[in-house]
């Protein structure tokens, strides 16, 4: 591919991540604020999804920290097959988190205290960076793929700590507010 056709090839992929980080972020807020069961639908609360998509957020961050031992150590298809399953579980979190909020009664946090400010601190922290992330990931990735590894390298560093955090700090919400949740 010669460099003008790397450049439209960038610009088109560019344009894509400009949409889906924006249409993500809506339709999961849009979503979050349906509740099929409160407007008539006779659909089971799936309240068996939050450990389930916690476990997801710790795989995706085992995944990161791999791929990044991967890649030191000059594996580069390693490398990518773990990003890329990092994404996917990314992905099935966002669809399970999503299903689990249009079926099943929000759940408040029972903590007092510092724990309750803690608690908000890491959940603020981690919706904020969520949205923030999806670009950084999409961009690192498109920079990957179209061989510009240089920059990928110089954004991956900006990524990687973002979307460990937002992985992490998952789990520690779900831990957190487990013990609230009603059967």
Same mark, same amino acid.
């Not at 890329?84 to 408040?108: P, Q, R, V």
């Given at each position: 591919?010669?460099?003008?056709?790397?450049?439209?090839?960038?610009?088109? &992929?560019?344009?894509?991540?400009? @949409?889906l980080?924006?249409?993500?972020?809506? %339709? =999961?807020? $849009?979503?979050?604020?349906? /509740?099929?069961?409160?407007?008539?639908?006779?659909?089971?609360?799936?309240?068996?999804?939050?450990?389930? &998509?916690?476990?997801i957020?710790? @795989?995706?961050?085992?995944?990161?920290?791999? %791929? =990044?031992? $991967?890649?030191?150590?000059? /594996?580069?298809?390693?490398?990518?097959?773990?990003?890329s399953?990092?994404?996917?579980?990314?992905?099935?979190?966002?669809?399970?988190?999503?299903?689990?909020?249009?079926?099943?009664?929000?759940?408040?946090?029972?903590?007092?205290?510092?724990?309750?400010?803690?608690?908000?601190?890491?959940?603020?922290?981690?919706?904020?960076?969520?949205?923030i992330?999806?670009?950084?990931?999409?961009?690192?990735?498109?920079?990957?793929?179209?061989?510009?590894?240089?920059?990928?390298?110089?954004?991956?560093?900006?990524?990687?700590?973002?979307?460990?955090?937002?992985?992490?700090?998952?789990?520690?919400?779900?831990?957190?507010?487990?013990?609230?949740?009603?059967?």
């Amino acid at each position: 591919m010669n460099s003008a056709e790397s450049l439209a090839e960038e610009k088109k &992929y560019k344009k894509i991540i400009t @949409v889906l980080s924006i249409i993500i972020p809506l %339709a =999961v807020a $849009a979503l979050f604020g349906v /509740n099929l069961r409160q407007l008539g639908f006779d659909v089971e609360p799936l309240t068996f999804l939050p450990p389930i &998509y916690a476990t997801i957020n710790g @795989v995706t961050a085992v995944l990161l920290v791999a %791929a =990044v031992v $991967a890649i030191k150590k000059g /594996n580069r298809k390693l490398h990518e097959q773990l990003n890329s399953f990092a994404i996917a579980c990314s992905l099935a979190f966002l669809l399970m988190y999503i299903a689990y909020h249009m079926t099943s009664d929000s759940t408040s946090f029972g903590g007092e205290g510092v724990v309750k400010y803690v608690y908000y601190f890491i959940l603020v922290t981690h919706i904020v960076l969520s949205v923030i992330v999806i670009p950084f990931v999409l961009i690192t990735y498109m920079k990957a793929k179209l061989g510009k590894f240089v920059d990928h390298k110089k954004i991956a560093k900006k990524t990687f700590p973002l979307w460990l955090y937002v992985a992490v700090t998952g789990v520690i919400v779900y831990l957190m507010i487990s013990p609230y949740y009603v059967s």
